[in-house]
């Protein structure tokens, strides 16, 4: 409760339950000074509130609500209703979302200059076993399969050849003119561009979605899994192909990704919050000549 007593704390709580942030990118959510920041994250680090970890040289908080114990868990709750309305969360969130949005540039400069080249980038950063690993996991060939991320199509044209519909997602220009060359000639393919955290279909309008090698650049991936959710039919199959938890921010830095891997525990968690079951996640065996971290499988169904 004393740590709860201070409004500043509050604010800080609000924000790291979403989303694991960096001291600076808290400084400028909250509009104050790196010791007044670094002081609040002590007390509440103190008082098992929130964790830390390593990312690169940065030092990342978050706040993980299903780790309080139960009566902390309720004061929490209790906390932040009450705070619902404050003006100052409201000019926080602006700000949050804005800091957001910053994170992703780098991506999307990345993407726009690498369109021509991403597929042959990827199978020597990654291999190609990954791609029909994933597609094995999918079902009948009468569904309706959502790409999500499709880039320049590779996957999505694979895909064309054993359901009857693939939709390809991207939100990158340059990456969807590359994706037309990909798939012509197949009448039953739509690209659409869009963000993934508003995925431009319908509810509950694809029978299976397939993300590779995206949600390391998106900023909300909750979001995103929730999205991917959406727009499955009830029973629906998911597959994920991404990285595994690893320290070489160059490499990060290099593929203008947003994030350095997922752990297993933490994206099952996800997923099952954005409303799937049967969640499975594997590592898959390195490649031969692979020079990206290693990578993992996770699927589920759609409850």
């Not at 114990?69 to 100052?88: G, H, S, V």
């Amino acid at each position: 409760m004393e740590a709860l007593a201070d409004g500043t704390r509050l604010r800080l709580l609000r924000l790291l339950e979403r989303h694991e942030l960096g001291v600076i990118e808290l400084c400028d959510v909250l509009q104050l000074p790196q010791s007044t920041v670094s002081r609040h994250l002590k007390v509440l680090a103190e008082g098992g509130w929130v964790k830390s970890r390593r990312q690169g040289t940065t030092h990342l908080y978050g706040m993980i609500l299903d780790e309080l114990e139960p009566a902390t868990r309720k004061l929490w709750l209790l906390a932040r209703e009450q705070t619902d309305k404050w003006a100052t969360v409201g000019q926080d969130e602006l700000r949050l979302s804005r800091r957001l949005k910053e994170r992703q540039k780098d991506s999307e400069a990345f993407f726009a200059g690498a369109a021509g080249e991403w597929d042959k980038l990827r199978v020597e950063m990654y291999g190609k076993k990954f791609a029909r690993e994933a597609m094995m996991a999918l079902l009948p060939s009468e569904y309706v399969v959502a790409d999500l991320g499709c880039g320049g199509g590779g996957v999505t044209a694979e895909l064309a050849e054993h359901v009857a519909r693939v939709y390809g997602i991207d939100n990158s220009q340059a990456m969807l003119k590359a994706a037309r060359k990909r798939i012509e000639g197949k009448q039953n393919v739509e690209l659409k561009r869009g963000d993934l955290e508003a995925i431009p279909l319908e509810d509950e309008s694809c029978d299976a979605a397939i993300m590779l090698l995206v949600l390391s650049y998106v900023a909300e991936p909750a979001v995103v899994l929730r999205e991917m959710g959406r727009i499955l039919k009830r029973g629906g199959k998911a597959v994920i192909v991404d990285l595994l938890p690893h320290d070489r921010d160059d490499f990060r830095r290099m593929m203008g990704q947003v994030s350095l891997g997922f752990a297993g525990e933490e994206l099952k968690r996800d997923l099952e919050a954005a409303g799937f079951s049967e969640v499975k996640i594997v590592d898959l065996p390195p490649e031969e000549g692979a020079k990206g971290p290693g990578l993992f499988l996770a699927s589920g169904a759609k409850k």
